[in-house]
């Protein structure tokens, strides 16, 4: 999962990021960070067409303090695989996209490098 400035300042400051993605026939697909004081690993959860990433607050707040990108986390299935969790900070694209409003995203760090 990728969060805008807003969101992460959100997380910081509330605990709790909820959006959605809508579909066809009115259908719609949630999800959400919830920053967890009794967590100690990210953890995620799927129930009624939701995905719950439940970070450990620490970690949370170092993140959104600093110029650190992602968190990472790997969780054991019950099938024994594993399930890869990763949520960064979204930064702005290099080159502009026609109607995407990019006002609150993160300063992309490679715009210096870029060839234009």
């Not at 995407?100 to 060839?115: G, K, Q, R």
Request: proline content about 7%; hydrophobic content about 35%; overall charge negative.
């Amino acid at each position: 999962m990728r969060l805008t400035r807003g969101e992460v300042d959100a997380a910081r400051e509330t605990g709790v990021v909820n959006s959605s993605t809508g579909f066809p026939g009115g259908r719609q697909f949630n999800y959400s960070i919830e920053s967890s004081p009794a967590s100690v690993n990210p953890a995620a959860f799927y129930s009624d067409n939701e995905i719950t990433v439940r970070l450990p607050e620490t970690m949370v707040l170092a993140w959104a303090t600093t110029e650190q990108v992602s968190i990472e986390g790997e969780q054991l299935l019950d099938d024994g695989q594993k399930l890869s969790i990763l949520v960064e900070k979204d930064f702005a694209c290099l080159a502009p996209r026609p109607g995407e409003d990019e006002s609150d995203m993160y300063p992309n760090p490679d715009v210096d490098t870029a060839a234009c």
